[in-house]
Structure formats: structure tokens, C-alpha cells
């Protein structure tokens, strides 16, 4: 079986994805399937994280997005066009079954990429995913699930996206201010 394999998808809708995710973790879970990267687009929607308290959603009636209850961690996030989306479904039983680890080596691969096209990522103190300072701006979120050790969602990188989704529809991962 080879080491792994990547996945470039394009523009796919959430529930599709995360329908693909499920399907290939269960192939990895069961062994018949390498390590599988998913690299895609995701049209306008607002995922809700296992955290996520429904006064953090302001999204006017009539708006054209979808909402999705998930089974990942955090709290609510947008995806829509302009931001990669990264779902790595990896079986940590291979990379160490260590989940702090496994999201700040996410966080350290969006960093060492952002820093090759002169973007200055950085963490910050007590919160997940990347940051650009000056003001504090998120600019990746990182969710993830984990079952019998194989990983499904994953990271959302803000590439050229419109930032007004995150102020005005959500409060982004549940702080004020950070889009």
C-alpha cells in the first residue's frame, strides 16, 4: 500500500465532503486505504463545532448559506470560496496518538507554508489554529475528529476570501473580533 495519497477536489459541497471523509476514514480505519489528504472548496456554509452556542450565529433570515451541525471540536466557522480546505485523514496509530501534537503539527505546517509566500503566521497563547498580528487576525482554523485514532476535518486557510462572513454571520470560533 503506498505512504499516502492527496486529493485535489475542487469545489465540493460540505455535506459531500464530509460524507468522502467518513467513507475514507472508515478504508483507513480498516487498513485498506493509505493516509489520504483532501484539499477542496467548499460553496458558502457555516459549520457548527460540538461547542458551538447558537447565540454566536447572526445570520440574517434569507441569507443563502447553508448551516451544518458537525461532529468536530470547536465552535461555528465559515467555509466559502477563496479558502482552502484541508481534510487530512490520518490514522495516528502511524504518527503517535498524541491529539494536542497532531493539531499544533497542523498549525506548525500552515506557519512554515504561510512564512514561503512572505505571510507571517504565529500562534497565539491558549487558542487554536494561526494568526496574523497587527491587529490579531485569524487567518486558519483548525477542527478536528478523531475516531479509533483516524483524524476527519481538519484546517480552512483564508486565502482570498471575504472576511464579512466571520463578522457579520458568526462569531468566529466564539471571539469577537478576530476575522
Not at 463545532?49 to 443563502?64: A, F, I, K, Q, S
Request: charged share 25%.
Amino acid at each position: 500500500m503506498p505512504e499516502g495519497q492527496v486529493m485535489q477536489l475542487g469545489l465540493v459541497p460540505y455535506r459531500e465532503a464530509w460524507e468522502l471523509q467518513r467513507s475514507l476514514a472508515a478504508a483507513v480505519t480498516a487498513g485498506t486505504l493509505p493516509d489520504t489528504i483532501v484539499l477542496l472548496e467548499h460553496p458558502p456554509v457555516i459549520t457548527m463545532g460540538r461547542r458551538t452556542d447558537e447565540g454566536e450565529l447572526h445570520v440574517p433570515d434569507g441569507t443563502d448559506v447553508e448551516l451544518v451541525e458537525t461532529d468536530r471540536g470547536g465552535k461555528s466557522t465559515f467555509h466559502g470560496p477563496g479558502q482552502l480546505v484541508c481534510y487530512p485523514i490520518l490514522d495516528l496509530n502511524r504518527h503517535g496518538r498524541d491529539v494536542k501534537r497532531y493539531c499544533r503539527d497542523l498549525e506548525e505546517a500552515l506557519i512554515l507554508t504561510l512564512a514561503k509566500f512572505g505571510v507571517e503566521g504565529e500562534r497565539l497563547d491558549g487558542l487554536t489554529g494561526v494568526w496574523l498580528m497587527r491587529p490579531p487576525r485569524k487567518i486558519a482554523s483548525i477542527g478536528i475528529h478523531i475516531s479509533r485514532w483516524v483524524t476527519t476535518h481538519g484546517y480552512a486557510l483564508n486565502v482570498d476570501l471575504d472576511p464579512a462572513p466571520f463578522t457579520q454571520w458568526i462569531t468566529a470560533c466564539g471571539l469577537e473580533d478576530v476575522a
